[in-house]
Structure formats: structure tokens, C-alpha cells
């Protein structure tokens, strides 16, 4: 690896090609300066050990946060004004690679770095007891890790926050929904109610069954017949061929492709940030494809015969005996339904059984009974103190009968409502 100077132009007296070891304008004095660029010359001075000593330690050049005066990097305070180093900007470190252009003058240096970025300005840092007994401020690095590190320490305290603050919400929620309740009174608006009468008649009626009859059946009659359903039955087993498509694996010649290392040796520079350029050389090689002369296969359809078990069967038709027989038995032949809007249910009795039946005794054909089925009571609710209970004020609910009777108008029934005014318990009887 070779080091050599490279050079600065002063922007103040238009002095060009002043070497990296020279920290002020000898044509006008004044101190290289924050966001200078250096470039390669030609013929560049190698640096000597002399040399080496006057760049400082090896570092790039830091500028002062005073005077802007360009400083070695074992400066700890400004050549210049004196100031102490603290958080001074340092220059950049540039590496240039195979392909990349190095400056070899001010205005390519410009175009390389166009937004004046050749230096760049450290985190600031939190002076603590340790920090400020040091001699040296800690390294761009380190600061990025340090603030990092205190991210990754608020992380678990974030994260336990949102739990708790999820788990707070939850609890409020549920508190609301079943715990923050409070007492309205309703009144009832309007009854309705449905019944129904349902009249059967003891009917002689003609059936028929398959297989078998009821034991009260009488005047039997049967015949064995075709059902109309069709029994597989199981013959065997036969070998079937039959034409197929089959594969076969088949080798041919192809042009195969693959790739190998190339070893190489380039050229890389370095801006080291001091006024100085590192030259070296690296293992810049690559990997190139070529191709060869190789056999592959593939699967090719043909034609084939296969062969493959198949069932022998035949269907049979399923015989059973028929029964047609006569039963008497209780037939319904007429509902009578009622309803009503008021609190006084009643159901249909303007009608007379013919031969009414008495449950003690058996009954015979041509009576009849009544059986009464009660339906569905439900009562409308008024809450008048809260129209945001059930629909502007006013619900519905379903009772059994005896409940149902018992709910008088004009009386104030109390309900359990939650936070959002849901009823949680309906109004019961008093």
C-alpha cells in the first residue's frame, strides 16, 4: 500500500494545489476550512515518516465548531483559535473502487461531492461524570450504539404501557357493560295474546304400510310385490384392459450453463480525510458463466396398456309384503283461533261436539273432543324516564300465561339497564 499527499484549493485567494500537510493558505494565510475537498495530483509526494507526523495520528481532520480551521485528528485543541475539540465535525472518510473515479482536481472533488458533504457532524452527546473526565469525545459509532441502547431500554416500559392501558379498557368496558348499572321504572303500555281450540274427531281411516302393520289394524289385507327399489348384488371381481398414457424417462444431449471464479486484482483509493490518499490493491474477482456439452433427461409421453380390477355386479328387485288395513284413530278436523290486544284471553266456544268423549270411557267412532292450546303472551313495555331504553322508550317481552295475568296497568315495575342503557333484567312480576 503507498500513501501519498494529496492537495486543497484556498476558496479565498484562488491558491490551487496546496499539499494535504499545509493546514493554511500560503498565499493568504487563512486555515483550510470547513467542507474543503481534497483531490490527487500528479506526482503526488510520498509521506514520510516526517510527513506522516505533521497529518496527526491517522484519523481525518476535524474543523473547529469556533473558526471552522481544519485540525489533525490528535488535536484536542483547535491549532488556531484554541478552542477545545468537543463536538467538532470530522472530515469524511472516502474509499474509491474499481470504476469509481478518485478527483484529480478542486472541481472534481465538487462534482464527487456535490452537497459539500466531505464532512460529516457527530450525534451530540449527553455529558455524564465519566464522559467529561475523558480526554477524548467518543466515536460517531459508539454514540449511534449508546442511543440505541437507551431505544431498546424504553421498549419493555412501552410495551408493559400499552398492555396495562389495553387491559384498563377491557376492565372498563366489562365494569360498564355489567357493573355500572342503575334502576328504571317501566310501565305497561299494551297486552296481546294468542290461543287456540283444536277439535278432533274418532274416524275410521283406510292406510297401508310395507313390512309390517299396526296391532289395532283390523279388516288386513296383503299381497308381496315389487317395492320399486333395486338391490346391488356382488358378483366378483374381473381384470379389465384398457389404453392409457404412460411415461418414460429419456436422456438427450443439451448445452448446459454454469459459472466459475475469476480471480482479478484491482486498484482501490482511499481519501483518508487528512490531506492524505491510500493506494492499495484488493481481490476484485467475479464469477462468469459458460456453458457445456452435457446430457439431461426428460419424461416422454406413449400410448400403454394397462389393466385394472373391476366389480361384477347385477341389480335385483326388492320384494316386501304390503299391508292395507282399516284404524281407528283420532283426526283433527277443525282449529278455532283467538287473539287479542286486552288482559281478558278467551278461546272460541261457540261450537258443540257431537257425541262428546269422556276420557274414562272408549271412545267410539263419530266423537269428538276439544283440546285447548295456550299460545304466545306478550306485554309492551313504556319506560318514560329514558327514551334511549329499547326503541324511543318502549320493548316487548314474552311471559308465560301465569306471569303474564299478573301484570297490572298504571303500576311501576322496576328494570336493571347497564352504561349504554341495554336491560340486563326484564320487569317481573310484583
Request: proline share 6%; charged share 20%; aromatic share 14%.
Given at each position: 500500500?503507498?500513501?501519498?499527499?494529496?492537495?486543497?484549493?484556498?476558496?479565498y485567494?484562488?491558491t490551487?494545489?496546496?499539499?494535504?500537510?499545509?493546514?493554511?493558505?500560503?498565499?493568504?494565510?487563512?486555515?483550510?476550512?470547513?467542507?474543503?475537498?481534497f483531490?490527487?495530483?500528479?506526482d503526488?509526494?510520498?509521506?514520510?515518516?516526517?510527513?506522516?507526523?505533521?497529518?496527526?495520528s491517522?484519523?481525518?481532520?476535524?474543523?473547529?465548531?469556533?473558526?471552522?480551521?481544519g485540525?489533525?485528528?490528535?488535536n484536542?485543541?483547535?491549532?488556531?483559535?484554541?478552542?477545545?475539540?468537543?463536538?467538532?465535525?470530522s472530515?469524511e472518510?472516502?474509499?474509491y473502487?474499481?470504476?469509481?473515479?478518485?478527483?484529480?482536481?478542486?472541481?472534481?472533488?465538487e462534482?464527487a461531492?456535490?452537497?459539500?458533504?466531505?464532512?460529516?457532524?457527530?450525534?451530540?452527546?449527553?455529558?455524564?461524570?465519566?464522559?467529561?473526565?475523558?480526554?477524548?469525545?467518543?466515536?460517531?459509532?459508539?454514540?449511534?450504539?449508546?442511543?440505541?441502547?437507551?431505544?431498546?431500554?424504553?421498549?419493555?416500559?412501552?410495551?408493559?404501557?400499552a398492555?396495562?392501558v389495553?387491559?384498563?379498557?377491557?376492565?372498563?368496558?366489562?365494569?360498564?357493560?355489567f357493573?355500572n348499572t342503575?334502576?328504571?321504572?317501566?310501565q305497561?303500555?299494551?297486552y296481546?295474546?294468542?290461543?287456540?281450540?283444536m277439535?278432533?274427531?274418532?274416524q275410521?281411516v283406510?292406510?297401508?304400510?310395507?313390512?309390517t302393520?299396526?296391532?289395532?289394524?283390523?279388516?288386513v289385507?296383503?299381497?308381496?310385490?315389487d317395492?320399486g327399489?333395486?338391490?346391488?348384488?356382488?358378483?366378483?371381481?374381473?381384470?379389465?384392459?384398457?389404453?392409457?398414457?404412460?411415461?418414460?424417462?429419456?436422456?438427450?444431449q443439451?448445452?448446459?450453463?454454469?459459472?466459475?471464479?475469476v480471480?482479478?486484482?484491482?486498484?482501490?483509493t482511499?481519501?483518508?480525510?487528512?490531506?492524505?490518499f491510500?493506494?492499495?490493491?484488493?481481490?476484485?474477482g467475479?464469477?462468469?458463466?459458460?456453458?457445456y456439452?452435457c446430457?439431461?433427461?426428460?419424461?416422454?409421453?406413449?400410448?400403454?396398456?394397462?389393466?385394472?380390477?373391476v366389480?361384477?355386479?347385477?341389480?335385483?328387485?326388492?320384494?316386501?309384503?304390503y299391508?292395507?288395513?282399516?284404524?281407528?284413530?283420532?283426526?283433527t278436523?277443525?282449529?278455532?283461533p283467538?287473539?287479542?290486544t286486552?288482559?281478558?284471553?278467551?278461546?272460541?266456544?261457540?261450537f258443540t261436539?257431537?257425541?262428546?268423549?269422556?276420557?274414562?270411557?272408549t271412545?267410539?267412532?263419530?266423537?269428538q273432543?276439544?283440546?285447548q292450546?295456550?299460545?304466545?303472551y306478550?306485554?309492551?313495555?313504556?319506560?318514560?324516564?329514558?327514551?334511549?331504553?329499547?326503541?324511543?322508550?318502549?320493548?316487548?317481552?314474552?311471559?308465560?300465561?301465569?306471569?303474564?295475568?299478573l301484570?297490572?296497568t298504571?303500576?311501576?315495575?322496576?328494570?336493571?339497564?347497564n352504561?349504554?342503557?341495554?336491560?340486563?333484567?326484564m320487569?317481573?312480576?310484583?
Amino acid at each position: 500500500m503507498t500513501r501519498t499527499l494529496g492537495a486543497w484549493d484556498c476558496t479565498y485567494c484562488n491558491t490551487k494545489e496546496i499539499l494535504g500537510n499545509v493546514f493554511d493558505c500560503p498565499g493568504c494565510g487563512h486555515p483550510r476550512p470547513r467542507g474543503v475537498r481534497f483531490y490527487q495530483i500528479p506526482d503526488a509526494p510520498i509521506v514520510t515518516p516526517e510527513i506522516a507526523e505533521q497529518l496527526g495520528s491517522g484519523g481525518p481532520n476535524w474543523y473547529c465548531n469556533h473558526c471552522d480551521s481544519g485540525n489533525k485528528d490528535d488535536n484536542a485543541k483547535c491549532w488556531n483559535c484554541g478552542a477545545e475539540k468537543g463536538t467538532s465535525p470530522s472530515h469524511e472518510v472516502k474509499n474509491y473502487l474499481k470504476g469509481e473515479r478518485v478527483p484529480k482536481s478542486m472541481k472534481e472533488a465538487e462534482e464527487a461531492d456535490p452537497d459539500g458533504k466531505s464532512w460529516v457532524v457527530p450525534m451530540p452527546v449527553i455529558p455524564t461524570v465519566d464522559s467529561e473526565l475523558e480526554d477524548e469525545s467518543p466515536s460517531t459509532e459508539d454514540r449511534y450504539k449508546s442511543f440505541d441502547n437507551k431505544i431498546n431500554r424504553f421498549k419493555p416500559f412501552v410495551i408493559g404501557t400499552a398492555v396495562v392501558v389495553g387491559l384498563a379498557f377491557l376492565v372498563l368496558l366489562i365494569y360498564q357493560v355489567f357493573f355500572n348499572t342503575h334502576i328504571e321504572l317501566v310501565q305497561v303500555s299494551g297486552y296481546s295474546w294468542t290461543q287456540n281450540v283444536m277439535v278432533q274427531e274418532y274416524q275410521t281411516v283406510h292406510d297401508s304400510s310395507w313390512t309390517t302393520h299396526p296391532a289395532e289394524a283390523y279388516n288386513v289385507s296383503s299381497d308381496y310385490r315389487d317395492t320399486g327399489r333395486d338391490e346391488k348384488i356382488h358378483d366378483g371381481w374381473t381384470t379389465e384392459e384398457y389404453q392409457d398414457t404412460c411415461y418414460e424417462t429419456v436422456s438427450y444431449q443439451d448445452t448446459c450453463t454454469d459459472s466459475k471464479y475469476v480471480s482479478d486484482t484491482c486498484t482501490g483509493t482511499t481519501d483518508n480525510g487528512d490531506g492524505s490518499f491510500d493506494t492499495y490493491t484488493y481481490e476484485c474477482g467475479s464469477y462468469e458463466s459458460y456453458t457445456y456439452s452435457c446430457t439431461n433427461t426428460r419424461q416422454e409421453p406413449y400410448s400403454c396398456t394397462q389393466t385394472r380390477q373391476v366389480e361384477v355386479y347385477h341389480y335385483e328387485d326388492v320384494y316386501d309384503y304390503y299391508y292395507e288395513y282399516d284404524i281407528d284413530m283420532w283426526i283433527t278436523i277443525v282449529n278455532y283461533p283467538t287473539s287479542g290486544t286486552n288482559h281478558s284471553p278467551f278461546y272460541f266456544s261457540d261450537f258443540t261436539l257431537n257425541d262428546a268423549y269422556e276420557e274414562s270411557d272408549t271412545p267410539r267412532l263419530g266423537q269428538q273432543q276439544a283440546f285447548q292450546f295456550p299460545g304466545e303472551y306478550t306485554v309492551t313495555w313504556l319506560c318514560q324516564g329514558n327514551a334511549k331504553v329499547g326503541d324511543e322508550g318502549y320493548f316487548t317481552q314474552k311471559y308465560s300465561l301465569s306471569e303474564w295475568e299478573l301484570f297490572e296497568t298504571g303500576v311501576d315495575y322496576p328494570i336493571k339497564v347497564n352504561f349504554f342503557n341495554a336491560i340486563l333484567k326484564m320487569p317481573t312480576p310484583q
